[in-house]
């Protein structure tokens, strides 16, 4: 009996064990197994961006490569350019093509295969730029927004503005703003918010800017349109629109004084009935291009400038109807060269 009680323990430890293990279970009686992943993390992570909504890989390269650009040390910068122009290049195919990404391609590798400091550099990043603008204005215009608008403008006026006689070097911070813009450009593209305010910033301000200019330059044109009674009331409603703009342009600078003695000269012309009128007109278009001549600083708006004075200072101190002619010929002058000025600094519609 002994021996039978220690083979019944022994059965019973077995049993036990195997139990443990599974034995003698039905399938329903064992436990789950854990389930297998079916995809490595990094596939797993992979698939998540895949189905979220963020920017494509393209816009987000480009735009690493530009905050790379932005912090890279002096000696670094043709390798940061060459890496954010070949970003920009595989945007555009990605949006339209080889045929449009040729261009910015070689310009990426020109930039590359050059050793040191070259003088067009500069010229180079330029014309890179402006031949990824069709692609993206393209693109940005089958949206038909506003927002799109005013980013164009920004960056039509950060290309063009880039001094092309200048080392890559001393253009570096205006290259960094006008990659900005490209970058919004090619998020719009994309169908997504731009990443750089700032820059959306400086559009929405270049639109302001241009819309003073052109609400100014239809006061001059009705004032072309008026009869010879309502003569003075138009001028009067021309020289207020151009003391805004000026304003506008100003951004309360050094320049309030005279943009408060346009609006004074306004006053008086509106208070007056004819005689001296065009006297308050012609000191009113004086004090405009005293602003003018400190706001722009470029050699062609100077030209403009100095044009508007020579007609501005035709205008004989009398009566306003009598001096139709001349009044009109000034203040189109004006606003001519308020609208060279406006589309060098801020790419105002022509």
Known sequence: MRYVSLIRAAELCTCGLLTALGCGRTPADRPAAAAVPSQ???????????????????????????EWFERARSDQLRVRVVGVLRALAENARVLSGDLPAAPIRAAADRLASSRGTQPDDVRVIKDALTSAAGVLFARVDQGNTREGTDQEHAFTALVKALDTSASLESERASIAAALRATVNLTYLANNEQPPFRETTDQAQRARVLCDAVEHFRAQVSALADASQTDARKRATEALDALAQALSVWSS????????????????????????????AIKLGLSHALDVMDDTFSDDRTKEWISASRTSVKAIDEGFVAFERAGIQDAFRSVADAFAAASRNAACCPP
């Open 252 to 279: 309360g600078g050094s320049d309030t004084k005279a943009i408060d003695a346009i609006k004074f000269q306004s006053a008086v012309l509106d208070r007056v009935q004819s005689f001296n009128g065009a006297k």
């Open 40 to 66: 490595t993390p990094v596939a797993a992570i992979s698939s998540n961006a895949a189905q979220s909504h963020g920017p494509p890989e393209a816009p987000l390269k480009l735009r690493a490569q530009t």
